[in-house]
């Protein structure tokens, strides 16, 4: 895939180090200390409940999940502002001092108690990854070409899924179960290493004061960014999906289809169809356009997940295992052409905010889709039907609210990337 070349000048070109390449490599790399911090651990979730008597089957591992995206949302809206004032290598450096702090106390965690708190610092620290990567890429491209970088990113990002629970059981099988921590940990050190050779990013020319009144502003600017505010909100229903998916498919595929030693390879191959997506969607995004694929997946999407209801209804929340989960895992591939597409045109009217608006955007996600997702996954123990209820309303409020972002910007149909000032318009 060739990406159109970063929005830097020639006078500034030399002040990166890194290849292209190397630079959305690393930028995968760095949200990956995120995806690993989630689904490495996910075959160890019959030892937690043994570890900590939850009780067999107890969804309550799926808190170990949640407390994370909380942990992940909250501290975007600092990591935010103190990228833009300091910018992007310092906080990458805090989040992963805090990361580590996590990671290795989650490992030692006495009680299922502390499990949580140091997953919920383990993911204040993630976030710092999160908010760095989407603002550095902000800062590097825009419009389709930022759209087709963010999905090779994307991509490489969900080999993580693929990989991850296959090296945690491996793990599991020759270490104490904690030792899925333990590599985290020495990811994030690998990562740090390699940040060194990153030169930063943002523009001296948008370094913005760490006061009270100016962050404070600087969010307002966003929250009342039309587009910006209106595709935030749908991505957050997608989130929620994502959320409820990771909380339950251990649970799904485990006692639903009872397939428990089949478990990282299910997971695995639902992960690749997100890579494929993510793949497909770098290469047609800058030719079809952002809003038309996005209308077009919509319109597929949809019945999909009616589907999904529908058998689960008609055979009493146990479909046929070969009927339910492709087709699940096709619904959720479809996500890759939505998630990075939404984000991107999210971002754009505000690209000289990018810290400030991928903390806020992430963090209205993340905090979002977490709750909504818990409510779907508290549902889930022996039947799907519960979980498919959840992704299909969750899906169709997404849609109506790309819908009304539409009806108000109206500009948007003609799938101009740059927004006119009818899309920037705040709400009052």
Same mark, same amino acid.
């Given at each position: 895939?060739?990406?159109?070349?970063?929005?830097?000048?020639?006078?500034?070109? @030399?002040?990166?180090?890194?290849?292209?390449?190397?630079?959305?490599?690393?930028?995968?790399?760095?949200?990956?200390?995120? +995806?690993?911090?989630? !689904?490495?651990?996910?075959?160890?979730?019959?030892? #937690?409940?043994?570890?900590?008597?939850?009780?067999?089957?107890?969804?309550?591992?799926? /808190?170990?999940?949640?407390?994370?995206?909380?942990? *992940?949302?909250?501290?975007?809206?600092?990591?935010?502002?103190? +990228?833009?004032?300091?910018?992007?290598?310092?906080?990458?450096?805090?989040?992963?001092?805090?990361? *580590?702090?996590?990671?290795?106390?989650? +490992?030692?965690?006495?009680?299922?108690? *502390?499990?949580?708190?140091?997953?919920?610092?383990?993911?204040?620290?993630?976030?710092?990854?999160?908010?760095?990567?989407?603002?550095?890429?902000?800062?590097?491209?825009? =419009?389709?070409?930022? %759209?087709?970088?963010? &999905?090779?990113?994307?991509?490489?990002?969900?080999?993580?899924?693929?990989?991850?629970?296959?090296?945690? &059981?491996?793990?599991?099988?020759?270490?104490?179960?904690?030792?899925?921590?333990?590599?985290?940990?020495?990811?994030?050190?690998?990562?740090?290493?390699? &940040?060194?050779?990153?030169?930063? $990013?943002?523009?001296?020319?948008?370094?913005?004061?760490? /006061?009270?009144?100016?962050?404070?502003? =600087?969010?307002?600017?966003?929250?009342?960014?039309?587009?910006?505010?209106?595709?935030?909100?749908?991505?957050?229903?997608?989130?929620?999906?994502? $959320?409820?998916?990771?909380? &339950?498919?251990?649970?799904?595929?485990?006692?639903?289809?009872?397939?428990?030693?089949?478990?990282?390879?299910?997971?695995?191959?639902? %992960?690749?169809?997100?890579? %494929?997506?993510?793949?497909?969607?770098?290469?047609?995004?800058?030719?079809? =356009?952002?809003?038309?694929?996005?209308?077009?997946?919509?319109?597929?999407?949809?019945?999909? $997940? %009616?589907?999904?209801?529908?058998?689960?209804?008609?055979?009493?929340?146990?479909?046929?295992?070969?009927?339910?989960?492709?087709?699940?895992?096709?619904?959720?591939?479809?996500?890759?052409?939505?998630?990075?597409?939404?984000?991107?045109?999210?971002?754009? @009217?505000?690209?000289?905010?990018?810290?400030?608006?991928?903390?806020?955007? =992430?963090?209205?996600?993340?905090?979002?889709?977490?709750?909504?997702?818990?409510?779907?996954?508290? /549902?889930?123990? !022996?039947?799907?039907?519960?979980?498919?209820?959840?992704?299909?309303?969750?899906?169709?409020?997404?849609?109506?609210?790309?819908? #009304?972002?539409?009806?108000?910007?109206?500009?948007? +149909?003609?799938?101009?990337?740059?927004?006119?000032?009818?899309?920037?318009?705040?709400?009052?």
């Amino acid at each position: 895939m060739t990406l159109s070349a970063p929005v830097d000048t020639p006078a500034s070109a @030399p002040q990166y180090r890194m290849s292209q390449r190397e630079l959305l490599t690393l930028i995968s790399a760095i949200m990956a200390l995120m +995806a690993l911090g989630i !689904d490495l651990m996910l075959p160890a979730f019959d030892d #937690i409940r043994e570890a900590y008597d939850l009780g067999a089957a107890s969804p309550e591992t799926g /808190k170990v999940i949640t407390v994370f995206f909380l942990g *992940l949302a909250v501290a975007q809206l600092v990591y935010g502002p103190l +990228a833009d004032r300091f910018g992007r290598k310092p906080v990458l450096y805090l989040g992963g001092a805090i990361y *580590l702090v996590g990671a290795i106390g989650s +490992a030692l965690a006495p009680t299922f108690e *502390l499990l949580l708190l140091s997953r919920f610092v383990w993911g204040i620290g993630a976030a710092g990854s999160r908010v760095v990567a989407t603002a550095i890429v902000r800062d590097r491209f825009e =419009g389709p070409a930022m %759209a087709a970088a963010m &999905s090779q990113v994307m991509a490489v990002f969900m080999l993580v899924p693929v990989l991850a629970p296959t090296i945690g &059981s491996g793990l599991i099988a020759v270490l104490p179960w904690q030792s899925v921590f333990w590599f985290c940990a020495v990811w994030a050190v690998i990562i740090t290493v390699w &940040s060194l050779r990153l030169r930063e $990013t943002l523009d001296p020319a948008n370094r913005r004061p760490l /006061k009270f009144g100016s962050t404070i502003r =600087g969010y307002t600017e966003v929250a009342r960014t039309r587009v910006t505010a209106g595709y935030t909100v749908s991505t957050i229903f997608l989130q929620g999906v994502f $959320t409820a998916y990771l909380a &339950s498919s251990e649970l799904l595929i485990a006692d639903v289809f009872d397939r428990e030693a089949q478990f990282p390879i299910i997971f695995g191959l639902v %992960a690749t169809l997100f890579a %494929a997506g993510a793949i497909i969607n770098g290469r047609v995004v800058e030719r079809v =356009g952002i809003h038309r694929l996005v209308n077009t997946v919509f319109m597929i999407l949809l019945p999909m $997940t %009616a589907l999904s209801v529908v058998l689960s209804i008609a055979s009493d929340g146990r479909p046929s295992f070969w009927v339910y989960m492709p087709l699940l895992g096709l619904t959720l591939g479809s996500f890759m052409f939505l998630m990075p597409n939404l984000n991107t045109a999210a971002l754009t @009217p505000v690209g000289h905010l990018a810290g400030t608006a991928s903390a806020l955007s =992430g963090a209205a996600r993340m905090a979002g889709g977490a709750v909504l997702g818990t409510l779907v996954s508290a /549902k889930v123990s !022996d039947s799907t039907t519960p979980f498919s209820i959840g992704v299909a309303l969750l899906c169709l409020g997404s849609w109506l609210t790309v819908l #009304i972002v539409r009806r108000r910007s109206p500009d948007l +149909a003609n799938d101009h990337l740059r927004p006119t000032p009818a899309d920037v318009a705040v709400v009052g």
